[in-house]
């Protein structure tokens, strides 16, 4: 399985050195700079913005490069995030081996890092959204026995003039091919340099979202990711956010990760799939159906889901996209393969068919496992979103399911088989609770379940402090209802978190 890894592996310093990232030593880094002419070392981190931040090294001296892989650097923390006072604003960024990727933009040879941040004391730093993930995923270990893997479903539009030839359908584009999608070029290029810089690639595919609006065409694209620790997850979007911000800025094109551009129109999500492993084997499943493990993490992110939007939708446009009829969810609920929840359970390759064989005869049947397939979806979350956050966050609930005593039960009272919009499922609709309208909601439910996220030390009480003050300077408690047909505001708002995450 490993050689089959490697084999086709996109990451140069992969196929290079021929080993996979989690084994990369800092010789095996020296080894590929200096066999490969690299002559730049960038150090890559996120701020506290959410956004990638990058500081360059030249590689003149081979001991010099040794002394910045082993020291790191000292950066302004000040500057980075709001929590951090300028009088004590000094850390370290070190740089972690496994991340490495050959930059795809650089003319000058470029090897690119990620990096952790370290405090005066040396050590991780307590307060950083990276070490709040990885603090989760070790509580989630310790608490369950199991591993939490994620994936995220990136979501975006791609901007460009209107062209007027073989125009989409409003509102159609799902899946739709050249020449009525005109991006479909500019995604695959994306997913060739994130591929390139280590992201484990699902799909791609263009989205239901297309429309024109002076003289500018909107199209709505996706790039999916396979699941992975949860840690590799938040480095491969930030990467991924990167790359397709870059490429568009040299295409000429313009691109925005924001959750809603316009009413009538489609929003763009961060949707997060995950599942819980144990020795490498998936365990959302148990005889064909969805297991009471997957069912008691479903139970805690039922439980959380109110706060989790403080992670997810961070300025006040997100919670224009969480409306009726948009394929955004509205209320707290879980179900089967239904797009108008919550928490969605896709299709899991359960009906126990070889369909290949079926679709081709000269193929013979074979016991295939794809139980490793089936995930469960949090579809509230969207690209304003603090990805080292949310995934923390949502790690958090779902370890909270296996605390509660009535997980289970929570999970059957919170299941829905059937459209919640419908008339007909009003007195099933008035049951559910509604996720938060604004963010100053968002923040006053992150308020009242705090306690949760706090526990065993995962989020910090000065994190989760900076947080809702956040929320609440936004002040936008009745703004949905205040504009919500007023185009021309809406239009001014969007425009202020237009590169938003």
């Known amino acids: 399985m490993e050689n089959e890894r490697l084999a086709l592996n996109a990451n140069r310093v992969v196929a290079f050195l021929k080993k996979m990232p989690q084994e990369f030593t800092k010789e095996d880094i020296i080894n590929f700079i200096r066999q490969n002419q690299i002559r730049m070392v960038n150090f890559m981190y996120p701020g506290g913005d959410g956004k990638?931040?990058?500081?360059?090294?030249?590689?003149?001296?081979?001991?010099?490069?040794?002394?910045?892989?082993?020291?790191?650097?000292?950066?302004?923390?000040?500057?980075?995030?709001?929590?951090?006072?300028?009088?004590?604003?000094?850390?370290?960024?070190?740089?972690?081996?496994?991340?490495?990727?050959?930059?795809?933009?650089?003319?000058?040879?470029?090897?690119?890092?990620?990096c952790s941040y370290f405090d005066k004391n040396g050590q991780p730093l307590a307060s950083s959204p990276e070490q709040t993930l990885r603090r989760a995923a070790e509580t989630f270990k310790q608490v369950t026995g199991m591993e939490y893997e994620a994936m995220g479903e990136l979501e975006y539009y791609v901007i460009k003039p209107t062209e007027n030839v073989y125009p989409a359908i409003d509102q159609k584009g799902y899946h739709e091919s050249a020449p009525y999608a005109k991006t479909n070029d500019f995604r695959t290029r994306c997913m060739d340099y994130i591929a390139q810089a280590g992201g484990q690639i699902k799909y791609g595919h263009s989205e239901v979202g297309n429309f024109e609006q002076n003289g500018l065409t909107y199209e709505q694209n996706e790039i999916e990711f396979l699941p992975v620790p949860v840690c590799e997850a938040a480095d491969q979007l930030m990467i991924a956010k990167w790359v397709i911000r870059n490429l568009a800025w040299r295409e000429g094109l313009n691109v925005t990760f924001a959750p809603k551009i316009t009413t009538g129109k489609a929003g763009s999500g961060l949707h997060v799939h995950m599942r819980i492993t144990k020795d490498g084997k998936n365990q959302m499943l148990?005889?064909?159906?969805?297991?009471?493990?997957?069912?008691?993490?479903?139970?805690?992110?039922?439980?959380?889901?109110?706060?989790?939007?403080?992670?997810?939708?961070?300025?006040?446009?997100?919670?224009?996209?969480?409306?009726?009829?948009?394929?955004?969810?509205?209320?707290?609920?879980?179900?089967?393969?239904?797009?108008?929840?919550?928490?969605?359970?896709?299709?899991?390759?359960?009906?126990?068919?070889?369909?290949?064989?079926?679709?081709?005869?000269?193929?013979k049947a074979v016991d295939f496992?794809?139980?490793?397939?089936?995930?469960?979806?949090?579809?509230?979350?969207?690209?304003?979103?603090?990805?080292?956050?949310?995934?923390?966050?949502?790690?958090?609930?779902?370890?909270?399911?296996?605390?509660?005593?009535?997980?289970?039960?929570?999970?059957?009272?919170?299941?829905?088989?059937?459209?919640?919009?419908?008339?007909?499922?009003?007195?099933?609709?008035?049951?559910?609770?509604?996720?938060?309208?604004?963010?100053?909601?968002?923040?006053?439910?992150?308020?009242?379940?705090?306690?949760?996220?706090?526990?065993?030390?995962?989020?910090?009480?000065?994190?989760?402090?900076?947080?809702?003050?956040?929320?609440?300077?936004?002040?936008?408690?009745?703004?949905?209802?205040?504009?919500?047909?007023?185009?021309?505001?809406?239009?001014?708002?969007?425009?202020?978190?237009?590169?938003?995450?």
Not at 61 to 84: A, N, W
Not at 325 to 353: F, I, K, M, Y
Not at 424 to 442: F, G, H, M, R, Y
């Open 52 to 114: 990638l931040k990058t500081l360059n090294f030249v590689i003149s001296d081979l001991s010099y490069l040794r002394t910045i892989l082993t020291c790191g650097e000292r950066v302004d923390g000040s500057s980075l995030f709001s929590f951090i006072e300028a009088y004590s604003s000094d850390l370290y960024v070190i740089p972690r081996f496994s991340t490495a990727f050959v930059d795809p933009f650089s003319e000058i040879p470029t090897l690119c890092l990620l």
């Open 286 to 363: 148990k005889d064909g159906k969805l297991s009471d493990i997957a069912r008691k993490a479903i139970a805690g992110m039922m439980e959380m889901a109110p706060s989790i939007t403080a992670f997810g939708n961070k300025n006040p446009t997100s919670y224009f996209r969480l409306v009726p009829h948009q394929e955004a969810p509205t209320n707290v609920c879980w179900g089967d393969r239904n797009r108008s929840v919550l928490v969605r359970v896709p299709l899991g390759w359960t009906a126990q068919t070889d369909m290949c064989s079926q679709a081709n005869p000269l193929e």
């Open 369 to 501: 496992d794809t139980t490793q397939k089936q995930t469960v979806e949090m579809r509230s979350p969207d690209g304003s979103a603090d990805i080292h956050q949310l995934l923390a966050g949502l790690c958090v609930a779902c370890r909270h399911g296996f605390e509660m005593e009535n997980a289970l039960d929570v999970a059957e009272k919170n299941y829905v088989d059937v459209n919640i919009h419908d008339a007909a499922n009003a007195a099933k609709l008035a049951t559910l609770a509604q996720l938060p309208d604004s963010c100053v909601a968002s923040a006053d439910c992150l308020e009242q379940q705090r306690g949760v996220f706090e526990q065993h030390g995962v989020f910090s009480a000065t994190m989760i402090d900076g947080i809702i003050k956040q929320l609440r300077a936004f002040n936008d408690r009745t703004l949905r209802a205040d504009i919500s047909n007023d185009q021309e505001k809406i239009a001014k708002l969007v425009e202020t978190f237009f590169h938003c995450g």
